[in-house]
């Protein structure tokens, strides 16, 4: 399975962006999907995952203002994000991996595309 995230860029405070992620290869639209970001000097951190049922799962960070979506027939999952704030700032990834329910966890994944970068200045 190979993932590419795209999408990202600059981006004031209170604006908009819509990230993508394809997958590609030996990808299975019963993979759930997740999108993680990694901050300056901070760890690796969910954002949103989506399983193949359609459950979605959200950071506390990012409930209300992002959204988690997938379209099996075009192997992609957005993630449309809205009134981004300085501290949204980050290299986003998408992975990919079995788990059904609520997929929170890095553990839950198997693969990783590389990342997008998002910046949002204040």
């Known amino acids: 399975v190979q993932l590419q995230a795209s999408g990202g860029g600059l981006v004031q405070a209170g604006g908009s962006l819509r990230l993508s992620c394809r997958t590609s290869?030996?990808?299975?639209?019963?993979?759930?999907i997740g999108w993680f970001r990694r901050a300056p000097g901070k760890e690796r951190e969910f954002v949103a995952g989506?399983?193949?049922?359609?459950?979605?799962t959200y950071a506390d960070s990012v409930k209300g203002r992002f959204t988690i979506s997938r379209d099996n027939a075009k192997n992609t999952v957005p993630l449309q994000m809205n009134s981004l704030q300085p501290e949204d700032t980050a290299v986003y990834y998408c992975?990919?991996?079995?788990?059904?329910?609520?997929?929170?966890?890095?553990?839950?994944?198997?693969?990783w595309g590389q990342g997008t970068q998002v910046t949002v200045s204040s």
């Open positions: 992975a990919a991996g079995p788990g059904t329910g609520p997929v929170p966890r890095e553990d839950q994944y198997d693969y």
């Open positions: 290869g030996r990808a299975r639209s019963n993979y759930a």
């Open positions: 989506i399983d193949w049922n359609g459950e979605r």
